[in-house]
């Protein structure tokens, strides 16, 4: 399952390394940051999207704390 959703993160930079973080995060089958538009997919299987959605988030605070994610 692919989930898309609106972030906010300041710089392509810091886009580029949470998406890093996010394909890191166990579950995460693949993991896009586009900066131009503030979106963010995640691929997961289906029964796990719960945590891997909460885990992928908790990683990309980790990298730019000031980030904002709108589900």
Known sequence: MKKK???YV???NCAAKMEDA????DGVIDA???F?????MVEA???RMDEVLENVQKA??????????YL
Request: some cysteine; charged content about 40%; glycine content about 0%.
């Open 5 to 7: 959703f609106k972030i």
């Open 10 to 12: 300041d710089c392509a």
């Open 22 to 25: 996010a394909k890191k995060v």
């Open 32 to 34: 896009k940051v586009t």
């Open 36 to 40: 131009m538009t503030q979106k963010m």
């Open 45 to 47: 299987e289906d029964a």
């Open 60 to 69: 990309c605070k980790k990298v730019e704390p000031d980030c904002e994610f």
